[in-house]
């Protein structure tokens, strides 16, 4: 679903885990189209503006207006599917997968994040919660980041409210919401689950190249198809 502010001519595609819930939220406020309820939650964002998977044809429909979209640093973004939906959302045990299937079932509910990331392909399997906030940023944004009028880090989030200030006439403020209540990076992940995330994220950051250096180095059989592992 494109998020699009008919009167002030902005369109917005939703990444998961990229400032998600807070951009949400900051666009409802001034959307003339949206009645904010009494006493909003942050599944209150996700009602009023669902995500969902990009669509060509639709996003063709919003060319006259101003595009934009938030991005995050990959392994970050990875890293805060862990800490927000795996331990404080819990978001594993609500999967009946898990609980049925046989051939999920030696996948514990509450791994540690090396497990977690180790068996990352199998637990979007078994779980579409997980796999909704851990597919890859095109999956949401388009094969193009260069059809968006500006791309946004989540770092820039200020100077995002200050876009949309000047773009509606409104005084607009980003909220930081739904942010994971623990931290966990690289530093704290075994060599082997780096080497997995590595793999899992090449693709990504080539897509993102623009915007983010990948942290991680090039998978070793990308090196080697390069002639760069001499």
């Not at 609500?94 to 299937?101: E, M, T």
């Not at 690289?186 to 983010?212: M, N």
């Amino acid at each position: 679903m494109v998020v699009a502010l008919a009167a002030y001519r902005i369109a917005w595609m939703p990444l998961p885990k990229a400032a998600c819930s807070s951009v949400k939220e900051a666009l409802a406020r001034i959307d003339p189209a949206v009645t904010v309820p009494d006493a909003p939650t942050t599944h209150s964002w996700h009602q009023i503006y669902p995500t969902r998977r990009f669509r060509p044809h639709r996003w063709q429909g919003y060319g006259d207006h101003w595009r934009f979209c938030v991005v995050r640093d990959p392994l970050e973004r990875l890293l805060s599917v862990y800490t927000n939906r795996v331990v404080q959302h819990r978001d594993l045990w609500n999967s009946r997968r898990l609980r049925d299937d046989p051939a999920f079932r030696d996948l514990p509910r509450d791994p540690d994040p090396d497990t977690f990331f180790q068996q990352l392909p199998r637990y979007r399997l078994a779980s579409s919660a997980i796999r909704h906030h851990a597919f890859p940023a095109w999956v949401f944004l388009g094969p193009e980041l260069r059809d968006y009028d500006r791309v946004f880090r989540v770092a820039e989030l200020d100077a995002l409210a200050a876009a949309l200030t000047e773009r509606t006439g409104r005084w607009v403020v980003m909220p930081r919401r739904n942010r994971s209540a623990e931290r966990l990076s690289a530093d704290d992940l075994r060599p082997a689950t780096l080497a997995a995330l590595r793999a899992l994220l090449a693709e990504e950051y080539d897509y993102l190249s623009g915007v983010y250096q990948n942290p991680l180095g090039a998978p070793l059989m990308a090196l080697a198809r390069s002639g760069g592992g001499n």
